[in-house]
């Protein structure tokens, strides 16, 4: 079972957080954006850019954090970290 916890900070505090599981055979990637793509249709954002640093992070990681500069419209908070926490 993949599970990926997705969190919204504001001044350090956590807003929102949901965690979304993909029991299906898809490849990791696939877990990923589909997983990505719910969480923002819940939060009521758009899909975050992935730049560089986001790919490193999570390739190294299994989490990183997406900041306004990810985002091409304004976001009410300071960033959205992902982070797999079952695979």
Not at 14 to 19: A, G, Q
Not at 55 to 84: G, P
Request: hydrophobic share 40%; with cysteine; charged share 40%.
């Amino acid at each position: 079972m993949f599970r990926l916890w997705a969190k919204t900070f504001k001044d350090t505090r956590m807003i929102k957080d949901l965690t979304v599981e993909d029991p299906s055979e898809d490849t990791r990637t696939h877990k990923v954006f589909n997983a990505i793509d719910k969480i923002c249709s819940e939060f009521d954002i758009g899909k975050p850019i992935w730049l560089d640093k986001n790919i490193a992070e999570f390739k190294r990681f299994a989490k990183t954090r997406f900041i306004s500069d990810n985002f091409v419209e304004d976001i009410d908070f300071d960033y959205l970290e992902i982070h797999v926490i079952e695979e």
